[in-house]
């Protein structure tokens, strides 16, 4: 992906399929980090609790989430930058396993 641009705006909302071709959950939130004059990409969110995490609002989210159908059984997971294939930015593809990435705490 070096020398290439990715409009991040793009990305979010959008499905990420793990190697198997499943899907891991949507996108949620870039995470970066100022470095000189830009910003480095550090992780990405994946899932329907990542949302909250970003809104901070856990326990009426988690509620409004559970009334509303969402288990949490698929996980929300933080994927590193180097982690995440965007080579074709309509179809984020994980480049590790499932099983290899941090879950976010419920």
């Known amino acids: 992906m070096a020398g290439r641009d990715v409009h991040l705006e793009l990305l979010i909302g959008r499905r990420v399929l793990a190697r198997d ?7 949620e939130e870039v995470c ?16 329907s609790y990542a949302v909250l995490e970003r809104l901070s609002a856990w ?13 949490g059984q698929r996980g929300e997971y933080r994927v590193p930058w180097d982690k995440l294939d ?3 930015p309509r179809h984020p593809r994980l480049l590790c396993e499932v099983g290899d990435l941090t879950v976010l705490k419920r």
Do not use: N, W
């Not at 970066?32 to 899932?47: C, H, I, M, R, S």
């Open 59 to 71: 326990s009426i989210g988690r509620t409004l989430l559970r009334f509303f159908g969402a288990t």
């Open 86 to 88: 965007l080579s074709d």
């Open 32 to 47: 970066a980090e100022p470095q000189g004059a830009d910003l480095l990409v550090t992780e990405y969110l994946v899932g």
């Open 21 to 27: 071709g499943r899907s891991i959950g949507r996108l």
